[in-house]
């Protein structure tokens, strides 16, 4: 048995430190004594150790050698009492000696000690580490300009709570709570190994909605969405190091509850002006966050994340094909929600299909006359007469519906310079001309009772259209008419061709009478294959005339539609060939066609003339010439090089939900098959259908068929809607049902099994902690990440 002495002693050896400040003395064997402080710590661990012993493996140790271990415990007890640390001291060597004796097998040798030392050690720096604070290196660049790839970071674990190492529970996170704004270290949904660090942008409940660079959210229990603000800052954008520049790169400042941080954008093809970004919007779930990194574009983060899953495709059970084979309609958008609403794992799918059918309630006309050569007041009379139910009205009369502001006012001010409207209205469309006498020009205006619904709205586009003529008066239609956005036009424009192919005119003048008026003058004006109609431009010529087809007295020995009228001036003959498609009016003074023989004489010259002048325009030149009548000669007369008249058909074409087909599919339902059936069927009230698959289920609800059926075979369970638009019958409607109930069959139809779904959100037990601060490199040392 060794001797005290050479043992080490028992604040050494339980890992007490000397007190260097403490006053010198000798205890026995000529032994240093130690300070109050050193003999107080050893004596009161082996007074621990001693009680442990004895309690543990007192069975093993003889009975006097223990009532000596606690008497000796006890004498430390009472010497402390009286403050006798030299006999406090003596006694700890007695009972370390005792202890070494009887119970060494008990005692933790040196090593042990140590090992549970450095365990306790390592112990409490995970719990630091973990619950605490813990360093981390940025690998990327996800976060420029608020980080950088290479930066050393704190990250404060404390702050949302606790996490129990090694899992994803989260003590006291009423402690603090996770904000929009904060940058949050975390672990990789998808991989889980992985560390990332991201912005949150969005919490539980939120709607985050990104256009571009527009960034928009509509928190929990609000209705509208909220644009991040955000300002342009002048300064460059760096590359990783910091050092070189970066180009077609903008930095923002952007605000975010409170908060004001840096992101960057790098101008990539998506940002091409003449490309209008895709909105797209996620709808944060419960227990979940929405992150972005402040490298906008750049950055690997919620708005990126992807992962393969089977998935239904409800698309591919009933095929544009299929509804091109089973409707009317034969032109379809598929529509699907791009929105990501919750965790989507693949199992259900929604589509709708819109038909694109022909609306002849949207549809516009507009004709344009521009200084008409039978006059722009006959024109004006001859469409307003043709419009049943026409009356005359004003620009203010038109707009008394219309809300005031400045479109109205600016209405009302163009409408002072109409001269005369004549308008009219019928279940189908609504329609007003207008007669610009300054402008020797007529504009007709057609609205379907889609766009115009009422007179107000005739009005203002009839004032919009006139205000672009005034401006350019040699505009053709298409630019003049201002068609409606939400509707898909075909455009039909006849167009302003050369004046030679459809307009001749002649005027003979009794000789040397160069300024002859009417009663002295032969005018012939033929108007060829006119775009008009020929019925429109003999009623505009009898117009002209101051007369109607009513009034005229009728010349059957010069065809089927001749007309004549008789003034003081002279007479006029109106010959229409509609089957050739020419209208010539022959006008005769009084002086040349004293007798109504001379009129007859020259209209059947005209009329045997007509048939090839009608195929062939170099025959309109030779209906009528000089050599015909004696004693006159020709007046030369100046022709417009373009058709005096112009007209737009916008045929519109809509996508409304009269027209539409809406699939839905679950694929394994959770609640399984049949009780997804019977639940879809209560809830629309649907009744069994015996011609519908097996348990099919339908609705007639007056607007549209409802159908519901179950496909065992897929574990697959369908719901359609056919609106009447597209299934006007019962049968319509089960035609549909039967292909998709028999593409349900088969999965391969309809279930993609290495489909890529959106997974963007982080749950809330990932999150690790906040990024507080940065301490490497050194030129950045204890910066603030905001």
Not at 709 to 738: I, M, N, W, Y
Request: with cysteine; aromatic share 4%; glycine share 8%.
């Amino acid at each position: 048995m060794s001797e005290p002495q050479a043992r080490a002693e028992p604040g050494a050896a339980r890992g007490a430190a000397t007190d260097e400040g403490a006053a010198a003395g000798s205890g026995p064997g000529g032994r240093r004594r130690r300070s109050r402080r050193a003999v107080k710590s050893a004596a009161k661990l082996l007074q621990k150790e001693a009680r442990g012993i004895l309690k543990k493996h007192g069975v093993r140790i003889a009975a006097e050698p223990a009532d000596a271990i606690r008497a000796s415990v006890g004498a430390i007890d009472t010497l402390r009492a009286k403050d006798d640390w030299h006999g406090v001291e003596d006694e700890a060597e007695r009972l370390d000696e005792l202890l070494h004796q009887h119970a060494a097998f008990a005692r933790k040798s040196a090593i042990r000690e140590t090992a549970e030392n450095v365990l306790i050690a390592v112990m409490v720096a995970l719990g630091l580490r973990s619950c605490f604070y813990e360093p981390f290196k940025i690998p990327s660049g996800s976060m420029m300009p608020t980080l950088r790839a290479g930066d050393h970071i704190f990250v404060n674990k404390f702050v949302y709570g606790i996490q129990i190492p090694f899992t994803t529970t989260v003590l006291g996170e009423s402690l603090g709570h996770i904000e929009r704004g904060d940058v949050v270290v975390f672990r990789y949904p998808l991989d889980e190994s992985e560390d990332f660090i991201k912005r949150v942008i969005g919490l539980a409940g939120d709607e985050v909605r990104v256009i571009g660079r527009e960034v928009a959210i509509k928190r929990a229990g609000d209705d509208d969405f909220e644009v991040l603000a955000r300002e342009p800052l002048s300064e460059r954008c760096l590359d990783e190091a910091g050092v070189k520049t970066v180009g077609n790169c903008q930095l923002y400042h952007e605000h975010l509850d409170g908060k004001t941080y840096v992101v960057r954008y790098v101008t990539t093809v998506e940002d091409r002006d003449d490309l209008v970004p895709k909105p797209r919007t996620w709808k944060v779930p419960p227990g979940h966050l929405l992150v972005m990194g402040d490298n906008r574009n750049l950055s690997h983060d919620s708005l990126q994340w992807n992962v393969e899953v089977e998935a239904v495709g409800a698309d591919n059970l009933l095929t544009l094909k299929d509804l091109r084979d089973l409707t009317a309609d034969n032109q379809f958008t598929l529509q699907r929600d791009d929105g990501v609403v919750g965790l989507d794992d693949g199992r259900h799918d929604a589509v709708t299909y819109l038909a694109s059918h022909r609306s002849q309630s949207h549809d516009l006309t507009l004709a344009v006359w521009r200084k008409p050569t039978l006059g722009a007041t006959a024109v004006f009379e001859t469409v307003g007469s043709g419009m049943a139910g026409g009356r005359p009205s004003t620009m203010a009369e038109l707009l008394t519906a219309a809300r005031g502001g400045p479109e109205r006012d600016r209405a009302l001010e163009l409408g002072a310079g109409i001269d005369r409207i004549v308008s009219a209205h019928d279940p189908d469309q609504r329609q007003a001309v207008a007669l610009l006498e300054d402008l020797n020009a007529v504009l007709h205006l057609r609205c379907g009772t889609g766009v115009c619904k009422d007179d107000a709205s005739l009005g203002l586009l009839l004032a919009e259209a006139v205000a672009k003529f005034r401006v350019n008066d040699a505009q053709d239609a298409r630019t003049l008419l201002e068609a409606p956005k939400a509707v898909r036009y075909t455009t039909h424009w006849t167009g302003r061709t050369d004046a030679r192919e459809h307009l001749f005119e002649r005027v003979l003048v009794r000789a040397g009478k160069r300024d002859a008026g009417p009663r002295d003058r032969v005018r012939l004006r033929a108007f060829r294959k006119p775009e008009e109609g020929t019925s429109f431009v003999r009623d505009a010529a009898l117009w002209s005339l101051g007369s109607s087809t009513g009034m005229a007295t009728r010349v059957p020995a010069l065809g089927e539609d001749a007309l004549q009228v008789n003034r003081p001036e002279g007479s006029a003959l109106v010959l229409t060939d509609a089957a050739r498609e020419i209208v010539v009016v022959l006008e005769c003074g009084s002086s040349l066609c004293a007798a109504n023989d001379e009129l007859m004489r020259l209209g059947k010259i005209v009329a045997e003339g007509m048939p090839a002048a009608a195929g062939d325009r170099r025959k309109l030149r030779v209906l009528l010439t000089s050599g015909e009548i004696a004693g006159v000669e020709e007046q030369p007369v100046g022709l417009p090089e373009l058709v005096e008249y112009d007209r737009v058909q916008l045929e519109g074409t809509v996508r409304g939900p009269e027209h539409t087909l809406a699939i839905e599919a679950w694929l394994r339902p959770d609640e399984g098959v049949a009780a997804k059936l019977a639940a879809l069927g209560t809830e629309a009230q649907l009744a069994p259908e015996p011609g519908l698959a097996d348990g099919g289920l339908m609705l007639d609800r007056g607007d549209a068929y409802v159908m519901a059926f179950a496909v065992p075979a897929s574990q697959t369970v369908v719901r359609l809607e056919c609106r009447k638009g597209l299934c006007p019958e019962r049968d319509d409607a089960l035609a549909l049902g039967h292909r998709a109930a028999a593409k349900a069959v088969d999965p391969t139809n309809f279930i993609d099994p290495a489909a890529t779904r959106p997974r963007p959100f982080v749950p809330r037990g990932n999150v690790k902690g906040r990024a507080e601060r940065i301490w490497l490199p050194l030129a950045r040392f204890w910066l603030p990440i905001e």
